[in-house]
């Protein structure tokens, strides 16, 4: 967008203010500006995380069926093994261990 020059009776290029000049081309601050930019990012930000909890939402109720069937035969295992991928599952994989246990106390 071009700025407009605005001229006196004469011709010769008026001399405003910033903020005047500022006002009527429709142009803000760099602060305002960048405020404007991080505001929209953020509600861009909140639909798509809004959107993909839902598409979890759906994940998890497609999955907690599953996670049942596989789980059910481990309370049945013998002591001894049930022990030792307990400790393999703390100590290698942590996060696959929290995973196991969620989904053993899911309803």
Request: hydrophobic share 40%; proline share 8%; glycine share 0%.
């Amino acid at each position: 967008m071009a700025a407009k020059i605005l001229r006196n009776a004469d011709g010769r290029p008026q001399h405003r203010s910033i903020d005047a000049a500022i006002k009527d081309n429709k142009v803000l601050p760099q602060p305002l500006q960048e405020r404007k930019e991080a505001e929209t990012l953020q509600q861009e930000a909140e639909r798509y995380i809004a959107r993909e909890q839902q598409a979890l939402v759906l994940l998890a109720s497609q999955i907690a069926p599953i996670a049942r069937s596989v789980t059910a035969p481990l309370p049945a295992l013998p002591e001894d093994l049930a022990k030792r991928l307990k400790r393999y599952y703390k100590t290698a994989r942590p996060s696959a261990w929290c995973r196991l246990t969620q989904a053993l106390s899911a309803p």
